[in-house]
Structures are given as structure tokens and as C-alpha cells.
Nanobody, 119 residues
Framework: QVQLVESGGGLVQAGGSLRLSCAAS????????MGWFRQAPGKEREFVAV????????LYANSVKGRFTISRDNAKNTLYLQMNSLKPEDTAVYYC????????????WGHGTQVTVSS
């Protein structure tokens, strides 16, 4: 099992930027696919982005493509989400997640960090 701790959330005005971090421990980080998800009030949790263990493959939800960038530093066991041109509809609790395979469900989840974008 891997432990995941998110940080970097906060309050930002529309058009602003934030960078989220997710510190991982307990398993070899570089072998895990890592993802970001979010859950807005009253809505189901949704996929944001995923990155392969090597960092060579990234996938994004259409709603964030071109604005968000997922990255990882395997030497630091840390996952990042750079969020630019933020919109009020990006307001949500953001979670990082890990899975051992390249597909399928994510096995381990962090507790989340709140991102609030004001208009």
C-alpha cells in the first residue's frame, strides 16, 4: 500500500494558477501510474489527468486539456498538477491516486486538497 498526501490547494481568482503536489511513500513510486481526480460539491468524483510511471505518457480530461499539466519527480516521490487559467468550475477537492498497472481502477488515494476559484 502507498500513502499519498496532497498539498498546494487554496483560494485563487479566475484566470490564476496553482500547483498541487502529492507526496508518496510506502512503495516504489516510479512503478506506479499516478492520477489526479476531483470532486465538486454535489457531484461525483471525476478524472482529471494520469501519468505513467516513467512520465512518458500523459492523459487529460477534455475539460482541463491545455490548461493543466501533470508531472512527476520520481527522485522525490512526488506528483504534481500545474493548473493555469483556472475557472470557477475547477472548484473542487483534488485527490491524487496510485495504481500498479497501466489501466483499471486506482488502488490508493490521498485525502484531498481543496481548490476554490472565485469569479
Amino acid at each position: 500500500q502507498v500513502q499519498l498526501v496532497e498539498s498546494g490547494g487554496g483560494l485563487v481568482q479566475a484566470g490564476g494558477s496553482l500547483r498541487l503536489s502529492c507526496a508518496a511513500s510506502g512503495r516504489t513510486f516510479s512503478t506506479d501510474n499516478m492520477g489526479w481526480f476531483r470532486q465538486a460539491p454535489g457531484k461525483e468524483r471525476e478524472f482529471v489527468a494520469v501519468i505513467s510511471g516513467s512520465g512518458g505518457t500523459e492523459l487529460y480530461a477534455n475539460s482541463v486539456k491545455g490548461r493543466f499539466t501533470i508531472s512527476r519527480d520520481n527522485a522525490k516521490n512526488t506528483l504534481y498538477l500545474q493548473m493555469n487559467s483556472l475557472k470557477p468550475e475547477d472548484t473542487a477537492v483534488y485527490y491524487c491516486a496510485a495504481r500498479r498497472s497501466s489501466f483499471g481502477s486506482f488502488d490508493d488515494w490521498g485525502h484531498g486538497t481543496q481548490v476554490t476559484v472565485s469569479s
